[in-house]
């Protein structure tokens, strides 16, 4: 099962034929090699090496008929579950506005709910001791709590993750039927693996939870993992390998975001641009500048 990186042709047949879109969004979806790796060999312990991906072309995802935005389903809710001690914990507000920029839509974050022992089964884990949450109970509990205007709603916390006593942990869990999600960042914080957490680590957090975010939010709309170039939807087996990809998507996985939420795309990457470098991702705002240039034939 060995997995092969796509030739040329193949990633160009992955993102369609782009004949009848506009200029701009032709100009924007053509894989230019300046912007857009190749997916590489993966290394032994990387995603493609242990998990076997059939790929998903935009034609492919096209006649999966996703999970949409609607006129009256058009809000992604954030629901901060426990505690975000600022020392520790990325920005909501930060998470709120990045996530709102990569998708062009409305993001609320609803009030932190407290981590109330009536509500989810705890544990402390039994080989580190750590406390965790089952991630079950939560996504049952967000599917009460859903909102009429809801996309999507997306619970997000500090405390780390178990799926069923079985397993050691979990980075997250959705249920894309039921359009509920539930993501930890816990893991993102060097003090979790007893690591001092250096110069530069609030903008190192905010960097890897905006990607879970963004990440997990894209599979909400149906976008499975991306085999055809460096792109955010690559599959993540290793904290290393989640921090090579880049927050960006490759022209595949952004045409099946614009089909599916219709949004401009000189807007987006120019809203991208503005927050990313607000917060500090300075090469992903360089790379959003390049961008817009091209977009716009210049
Ligand atoms: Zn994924
Ligand atoms: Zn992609």
């Not at 857009?36 to 995603?47: A, E, L, T």
């Not at 109970?137 to 009429?148: H, I």
């Not at 007893?194 to 894209?218: D, F, I, M």
Request: glycine share 6%; with cysteine; net charge positive.
């Amino acid at each position: 099962m060995a997995f092969t990186p796509p030739d040329e042709k193949t990633r160009r047949d992955a993102i369609g034929d782009l004949s009848e879109l506009s200029a701009v969004l032709q100009r924007a979806l053509t894989p230019d090699i300046n912007s857009f790796d190749p997916i590489p060999k993966p290394g032994p312990s990387d995603w493609l090496a242990v998990h076997e991906e059939r790929g998903q072309t935009f034609g492919e995802f096209k006649a999966a008929q996703t999970n949409r935005p609607t006129q009256t389903r058009r809000v992604i809710y954030l629901q901060p579950l426990g505690d975000f001690a600022p020392e520790r914990s990325p920005s909501i507000n930060k998470l709120q506005k990045f996530a709102a920029a990569f998708f062009a839509m409305e993001v609320k974050s609803l009030p932190p709910i407290n981590i109330d022992a009536s509500k989810f089964t705890k544990r402390r884990n039994p080989y580190t001791g750590n406390s965790q949450i089952l991630t079950g109970d939560v996504l049952n509990f967000l599917k009460t709590r859903l909102p009429a205007d809801a996309f999507c709603i997306l619970a997000i916390t500090m405390e780390d993750l178990y799926p069923e006593p079985a397993w050691n942990f979990v980075f997250g869990q959705a249920s894309l039927r039921d359009r509920v999600g539930v993501y930890s960042f816990a893991r993102y914080d060097p003090a979790f693996y007893c690591q001092s957490r250096g110069p530069g680590y609030e903008t190192l957090l905010l960097r890897r939870s905006c990607k879970v975010l963004a990440h997990e939010t894209g599979h909400m709309f149906g976008l499975a993992h991306c085999t055809f170039f460096n792109c955010l939807m690559n599959g993540s087996n290793h904290l290393a390998e989640s921090d090579r990809r880049p927050l960006h998507l490759c022209p595949v996985c952004l045409r099946k975001l614009q089909s599916s939420i219709g949004f401009d795309v000189l807007e987006r990457y120019t809203a991208l641009q503005q927050i990313s470098r607000t917060v500090g991702f300075i090469d992903e705002a360089d790379w959003f500048s390049r961008r817009i240039k091209t977009a716009r034939g210049q």
